[in-house]
């Protein structure tokens, strides 16, 4: 029999990432494919890097998506600023500051690394002691938003003692982006990289960084060539830059028009009010979970809202519960990772994924499913719990 064509369930998708993609990116993916060096495809790049600045709050003119998921921007970033020899102090308090620290040692650069308990923010202590140590330290890195346990991190301060040291600031942005505010500019960050299927809720694939003018000329006056060809910010700029344009690669088409269309919608909604509606949403989910018996992982002020970690009622198995939300409720959520893996539930709440509707329609699925499994909890409470608590929201604003 030959194989037919594949038609995926609608699921509901909350967990680290993907979120879910609302029906108009959808259709803006479906659109006709134009050639990546057409004169309205091009111009079309041009709002992208305009929108983006938006969404980053930079006026760096190097601000674009590179063709591929979060981690080649990532990627991008260390490639392009770390040389062969080069010190970095790392933040680590979760899964996301080893993987810095793999791409500042593959660049052929030494690691300091600051470790902070997974499910805290950095400690600024920490950090300006790490410089104290290292004073000839040329970058600093960190993640603002740890998806792996929902800590939040306090990006102005970490990247003010940086700049007090004159390093370089590198920082991941993958999940703040679209959820909490992310100021590039205001913040002195001189390399960023996110992602596009968190809380830009557009299809994965597509990671939108930015460099500033110090970094730039850094990655310009390079002694040796970066190492991938691929992410050599030299070259894409013949691409994505602002003079004449020449072939680099075949740009992701379709994906991009996803991207232009989700980078839209968050335009018309304003960044302001994208941050809100997931504060909003968070505490009434909050309100829900609390309600049910479970706790957070994270302290109040440090929880990211767009990602909530939250304990495992014991004598549960958590991965039998995922199962079957996903299989009788079409619901996804987010297994624990590395030290956290058996301990959470990450249940995220970005984007589209970010609204009233999820928010009820998950603690129903869940509160159905751990009353079934004779989990210890409080059942039949959480929906009004979170209805109430977002009332009283909407009543204070
Ligand atoms: C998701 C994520 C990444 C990696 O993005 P991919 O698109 O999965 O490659 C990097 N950093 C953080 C904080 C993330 O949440």
């Not at 029906?23 to 890097?49: C, N, S, W, Y």
């Not at 590198?170 to 959820?179: A, E, H, K, L």
Request: some cysteine; overall charge neutral.
């Amino acid at each position: 029999m030959a194989i037919q064509s594949f038609h995926p369930p609608k699921r509901v998708l909350m967990g680290p990432g993907p979120s879910d993609v609302s029906e108009r990116v959808l259709q803006a993916l479906a659109r006709p494919t134009i050639g990546h060096l057409d004169p309205l495809f091009v111009a079309m790049m041009d709002e992208v890097k305009q929108l983006l600045q938006y969404a980053l709050q930079t006026k760096n003119p190097m601000t674009l998506p590179i063709s591929a998921p979060g981690s080649a921007g990532m990627e991008a970033c260390f490639v392009n600023l770390v040389e062969p020899g080069d010190k970095v102090i790392v933040c680590q308090n979760g899964v996301f500051g080893g993987r810095m620290k793999e791409n500042v040692e593959r660049a052929g650069g030494i690691a300091v690394m600051i470790e902070d308990a997974w499910g805290t923010a950095v400690d600024p202590n920490k950090v300006a002691e790490a410089f104290k140590k290292n004073p000839d330290a040329k970058i600093f890195a960190f993640v603002h938003a740890e998806t792996s346990t929902g800590a939040l991190s306090d990006a102005r301060t970490l990247a003010q003692i940086a700049k007090q040291h004159n390093a370089l600031v590198i920082m991941d942005c993958v999940t703040s982006v679209g959820g909490t505010p992310v100021l590039l500019d205001e913040w002195q960050i001189d390399a960023a990289y996110s992602g596009t299927q968190k809380c830009l809720s557009a299809p994965p694939g597509l990671s939108p960084v930015s460099f500033s003018q110090r970094a730039l000329d850094v990655i310009k006056t390079r002694k040796h060539k970066v190492q991938s060809w691929f992410l050599d910010m030299n070259l894409i700029m013949g691409y994505w830059g602002t003079g004449k344009r020449a072939y680099h690669h075949t740009a992701p088409i379709n994906n991009l028009y996803g991207l232009h269309e989700s980078l839209v919608m968050l335009q018309n909604e304003s960044l302001e009010k994208a941050w809100q509606r997931h504060r909003d949403h968070h505490l009434a989910l909050r309100a829900g979970i609390e309600a049910m018996g479970l706790q957070f992982i994270v302290k109040e002020q440090d929880r990211l809202p767009q990602l909530n970690a939250v304990t495992i009622p014991d004598g549960v198995d958590e991965a039998a519960v995922r199962t079957q939300l996903l299989n009788d409720h079409n619901l996804e959520i987010g297994a624990g990772l590395g030290a956290l893996a058996g301990k959470i539930w990450r249940i995220g709440l970005m984007g589209t994924s970010s609204s009233m509707w999820h928010v009820e329609y998950c603690l129903n699925a869940l509160d159905k499913v751990l009353g079934k499994a004779g989990a210890k909890i409080k059942t039949g409470v959480a929906v009004d719990s979170a209805k109430a608590a977002f009332g009283k929201l909407a009543k204070a604003s």
